[in-house]
Nanobody, 124 residues
Framework: QVQLAESGGGLVQAGGSLRLSCVAS????????MGWFRQVPGKEREFVGG????????YYNDSLKGRFTISVDNAKKTVYLQMSSLKPEDTGVYYC?????????????????WGQGTQVTISS
């Protein structure tokens, strides 16, 4: 089993920045894909970006590229999502997810493990 825990959400003004963290615990993940998703009420989870451990590859939702950056600290088993130039439409619950033994994908249903989510609210 893998447990994921997000943190770092909060309320910021438009134009501000936040850094979300996702800490993994439990089963050792030597090969995995991780994704960040976000969700607002009434809508499906939207892919934000992801990381494949075996190739050290990063992928982003094209609409967010340039404002959102993913980084990884393997020693801390932590994946970060740095968000800048935030807009009110970035408001939502942000989740990290993991696929053990597979590359990341942009499809939420492909992921086996999910964190509890962290709320991000951007005020105008």
């Amino acid at each position: 089993q893998v447990q994921l825990a997000e943190s770092g959400g909060g309320l910021v003004q438009a134009g501000g920045s936040l850094r979300l963290s996702c800490v993994a615990s439990g089963r050792t993940m030597s090969g995995y894909g991780m994704g960040w998703f976000r969700q607002v009420p009434g809508k499906e989870r939207e892919f934000v970006g992801g990381f494949t451990r075996s190739t050290y590859s990063l992928y982003y939702n094209d609409s967010l590229k340039g404002r959102f950056t993913i980084s990884v600290d393997n020693a801390k088993k932590t994946v970060y999502l740095q968000m800048s130039s935030l807009k009110p439409e970035d408001t939502g619950v942000y989740y990290c997810a993991a696929r053990v033994g597979y590359r990341m994908t942009s499809t939420a249903k492909d992921y086996n493990y999910w964190g509890q989510g962290t709320q991000v609210t951007i005020s105008s």
